[in-house]
């Protein structure tokens, strides 16, 4: 008899353990799907280059949405952020519309979030994630992009 109340002792530790796990399992889940949301909340709203660039560009981004507008291209797709990647933070849009073969291709980038300042080196979607904050003609555009603060009603 006392080895089946050491069985069911051992049954019931068992199984508090292994619910321990699961929760500490689940709550590293929700932190990490947490930090790619809060890394995007940082990034959202309408982002503009000088008039004075060479590129003129907007980018709109809500939630994992970008509208991106360059020299009256435009561009929509879905945002990956990766805020923690090293050297840089990267950025991924897969790309749901854009001209020419771009449609259904990632642009794949790195970017630095400084206040008000958002700097984006992006490689041509299909390209290969740019290491520098450099462009390279045909290959990678730099974006140097400022918040638009203005409110429209």
């Not at 049954?11 to 353990?17: E, F, H, K, P």
């Not at 949301?37 to 003129?56: C, F, H, M, V």
């Amino acid at each position: 008899m006392t080895s089946n109340v050491l069985r069911s002792r051992g049954s019931v530790i068992a199984a508090v353990v292994l619910a321990a796990c699961a929760s500490t399992a689940a709550a590293a889940r929700a932190a990490d799907e947490a930090a790619p949301a809060a890394a995007i909340k940082a990034l959202e709203g309408t982002w503009a280059t000088a008039p004075t660039d060479a590129l003129d560009a907007k980018w709109v981004i809500k939630g994992e949405t970008v509208e991106v507008t360059v020299n009256g291209m435009e561009y929509k797709g879905k945002l990956k952020v990766d805020e923690k990647a090293k050297p840089n933070s990267t950025l991924d849009i897969d790309l749901t519309e854009a001209p020419h073969d771009a449609k259904g291709k990632t642009a794949k980038a790195i970017y630095k979030l400084e206040g008000e300042k958002l700097t984006v080196a992006v490689a041509v979607p299909g390209g290969d994630r740019p290491k520098e904050f450099e462009t390279s003609p045909d290959e990678v555009y730099l974006f140097e992009l400022k918040k638009d603060n203005e409110k429209k009603g």
